[in-house]
């Protein structure tokens, strides 16, 4: 009766083991909790959050996300940069298994995809210099695409974008795409969408053209209160806030950072 009792113990003590979230977190200099982004990749299980330092991470092996696992950069993607060195095996920057998230990325310098969602999976509030290709249904809100983007026929909610090149799709989506805007050219598929339900506008970057500077200025049309008529519900579109001349400065929160990009706890 003692041994069964003390093998209940131990079996109730790993399931809640198991059942608890950690947050593994980042830094540029090896200091985290894990010393790499693939080393936290390789760690985290399902409900966990890979929490990422400011700095360059430099990588020449792709980034695989695991399922359920979200990842979080600390202060956005203007000071969270993953570069890759152009040619990584099997071409992809960072490939998200099913139901993972990324959120406040700068992503480039792949030789093929960028970055490449699975089912369910939600990007946010990044920039993809490169190839952003999404062939299942997946959330994609806030986000800068500076190159090209490929959406295939699928329920694919893309909402709050700035696309400054072409966007390819592969027959019509189930969810109709809105709040964006499409600066450069679309697929036949968005065009009676536009019009409507989004626009094409330039988005008036704070920086010159090829700079990297792509804070918005106070009168674009991406900034909330500067919204062209008809689209004033629509708020923040892009990654990056309105960024020209002083901006104040707030502390923000763990708590208040997983609002902001949308991150929920799982259950």
Not at 41 to 52: C, Q, R, W, Y
Not at 194 to 215: K, Q
């Amino acid at each position: 009766m003692q041994q069964k009792a003390f093998v209940l113990v131990v079996m109730i003590l790993a399931l809640a083991s198991a059942g608890q979230a950690r947050t593994w977190y980042v830094a540029v200099d090896s200091t985290g909790d894990a010393s790499t982004l693939h080393a936290a990749m390789d760690s985290a299980h399902a409900g966990d959050t890979i929490l990422v330092g400011p700095g360059t991470y430099l990588i020449q092996d792709a980034l695989h996300l695991p399922s359920q696992v979200v990842m979080q950069s600390e202060r956005g993607p203007h000071e969270t940069r993953i570069i890759g060195d152009g040619w990584i095996p099997p071409h992809f920057g960072i490939s998200m298994a099913e139901r993972s998230e990324l959120h406040g990325f700068w992503a480039e310098g792949f030789g093929y995809r960028s970055v490449y969602p699975r089912l369910d999976c939600r990007v946010t509030n990044s920039v993809v210099i490169g190839i952003f290709s999404a062939s299942e249904p997946c959330v994609v809100k806030n986000n800068l695409f500076v190159r090209s983007v490929i959406l295939e026929n699928t329920n694919i909610e893309f909402t709050h974008n700035i696309t400054l090149s072409w966007l390819y799709c592969f027959g019509p989506l189930a969810s109709l795409p809105y709040c964006n805007d499409f600066v450069g050219p679309i697929c036949d598929e968005f065009m009676s969408f536009v019009p409507v339900w989004n626009f094409s506008l330039d988005p008036e970057f704070c920086g010159e053209e090829g700079s990297g500077n792509y804070f918005l200025k106070s009168t674009s049309p991406c900034a909330p209160g500067s919204a062209p008529p008809g689209f004033e519900a629509c708020g923040q579109i892009g990654p990056l806030p309105v960024g020209c001349g002083a901006v104040p400065v707030e502390k923000t929160s763990w708590g208040m950072l997983k609002a902001m990009y949308g991150v929920t706890e799982e259950e």
